[in-house]
């Protein structure tokens, strides 16, 4: 059980450090590309990178040892690739009624929505200390985009931007309730189809491509931080759960972070110090969680009133 918890924990962590450098390359590519073209291009990338290998792997004869999506799974797979659109137009309209910095705090809101809406509809339990260790990590990511006291001030593009995470975290469940299917074909899926809708809401908004030579870079970044980063993540939830693994892939603002401090040569303040702190307090409780069938967990008040649930959420269930 340990050995496969840190298999888990490893993934996780991959995952976060690929999707990590989303960030700080995107934002150079922003010079060259409006931002829902670049969405459905690092989307599209991820599901063509994941044909690629698919398409490899079936070249090589290995047999398939995974088992492919039915029409069983058809409910969720449709809600993860609607929910994977629907999150960054929220987001989008979030930025433009309040400030980067706001919606950058707010965006942080996704780990308590995916740990919350796993708890409260998938009925997938948590311990108390995982709760404690999403509550750092969380408080660390809110320094990390925190600018200044007045980009505090809640307004109606707040709404859009909580209303994304709050998409992102169910979308986190849905694919927690496809784990035992072939996590590469889950990537396609949702690359493909939701890099799709993007490009045509992109397009439909007049967004337009003016630098041709920007598009293989950006199908190139889409593969390595979104597709291969989805990839590990789904095989990191079949081990650990949607909530713990949303607790360690929650180091991706953090290495997001350091990141842009090598490429833009920015200097670390206060706040980063402190987050760091904070980070690693959280990463350390998540780590001390104990395996799945041996904990007792919190069990949702109004379904269970007065009662502790032992575990249920087995990897694969």
């Given at each position: 059980?340990?050995?496969?918890?840190?298999?888990?924990?490893?993934?996780a962590?991959?995952?976060?450090?690929?999707?990590?450098?989303?960030?700080?390359?995107?934002?150079?590519?922003?010079?060259?590309?409006?931002?829902?073209?670049?969405a459905?291009?690092?989307?599209?990338?991820?599901?063509?990178?994941?044909?690629?290998?698919?398409?490899?792997?079936?070249?090589?004869?290995?047999?398939?040892?995974?088992?492919?999506?039915?029409?069983?799974?058809?409910?969720?797979?449709?809600?993860?690739?609607?929910?994977?659109?629907?999150?960054?137009?929220c987001?989008?309209?979030?930025?433009?009624?309040?400030?980067?910095?706001?919606?950058?705090?707010?965006?942080?809101?996704?780990?308590?929505?995916?740990?919350?809406?796993?708890?409260?509809?998938?009925?997938?339990s948590?311990?108390?200390?995982?709760?404690?260790?999403?509550?750092?990590?969380t408080?660390?990511?809110?320094?990390?985009?925190?600018?200044?006291?007045?980009?505090?001030q809640?307004?109606?593009?707040?709404?859009?931007?909580?209303?994304?995470?709050?998409?992102?975290g169910?979308?986190?469940?849905c694919?927690?309730?496809?784990?035992?299917?072939?996590?590469?074909?889950?990537?396609?899926?949702?690359?493909?189809?939701?890099g799709?809708?993007?490009?045509?809401?992109g397009?439909?908004?007049?967004e337009?491509?003016?630098?041709?030579w920007?598009?293989?870079?950006?199908?190139?970044?889409g593969?390595?931080?979104?597709?291969?980063?989805?990839y590990?993540?789904?095989y990191?939830?079949?081990?650990?759960?949607?909530?713990?693994?949303s607790?360690?892939?929650?180091?991706?603002?953090?290495?997001?972070?350091?990141?842009?401090?090598?490429?833009?040569?920015?200097?670390?303040?206060?706040?980063?110090?402190?987050?760091?702190?904070?980070?690693?307090?959280?990463?350390?409780?998540?780590?001390?969680?104990?395996?799945?069938?041996?904990?007792?967990?919190?069990?949702?008040?109004?379904?269970?009133?007065?009662?502790?649930?032992?575990?249920?959420?087995?990897?694969?269930?």
């Amino acid at each position: 059980m340990k050995s496969t918890m840190k298999h888990g924990i490893f993934l996780a962590i991959l995952a976060a450090g690929l999707y990590a450098l989303s960030s700080p390359f995107s934002k150079l590519l922003l010079a060259y590309m409006p931002p829902t073209l670049m969405a459905g291009f690092l989307y599209l990338g991820a599901g063509l990178g994941m044909i690629v290998i698919f398409l490899i792997r079936k070249m090589s004869g290995r047999p398939e040892r995974e088992s492919g999506l039915t029409r069983q799974e058809l409910p969720y797979t449709a809600a993860m690739v609607l929910l994977n659109i629907a999150a960054p137009i929220c987001l989008l309209f979030g930025l433009s009624m309040t400030t980067a910095a706001n919606a950058s705090l707010l965006n942080n809101f996704e780990i308590v929505a995916t740990a919350l809406i796993a708890l409260m509809i998938f009925k997938e339990s948590i311990s108390p200390r995982l709760w404690l260790g999403i509550l750092f990590v969380t408080a660390s990511c809110a320094l990390l985009s925190f600018e200044d006291i007045s980009s505090l001030q809640f307004s109606s593009g707040s709404l859009f931007v909580l209303l994304a995470c709050i998409c992102w975290g169910i979308e986190n469940n849905c694919t927690r309730k496809l784990s035992s299917k072939d996590p590469l074909q889950i990537v396609m899926v949702k690359g493909i189809f939701s890099g799709i809708g993007s490009l045509i809401i992109g397009l439909i908004c007049g967004e337009r491509i003016l630098h041709l030579w920007v598009v293989p870079l950006v199908l190139l970044l889409g593969f390595v931080a979104y597709g291969l980063s989805i990839y590990f993540y789904v095989y990191a939830q079949r081990l650990l759960g949607a909530a713990r693994t949303s607790a360690y892939y929650a180091v991706a603002p953090f290495i997001g972070v350091f990141l842009s401090l090598l490429i833009f040569r920015e200097i670390p303040g206060i706040l980063f110090i402190a987050a760091l702190a904070l980070m690693v307090i959280g990463a350390w409780l998540s780590s001390q969680d104990k395996p799945l069938s041996e904990s007792f967990s919190l069990s949702f008040p109004f379904s269970r009133p007065g009662r502790l649930q032992r575990r249920s959420d087995q990897a694969g269930q």
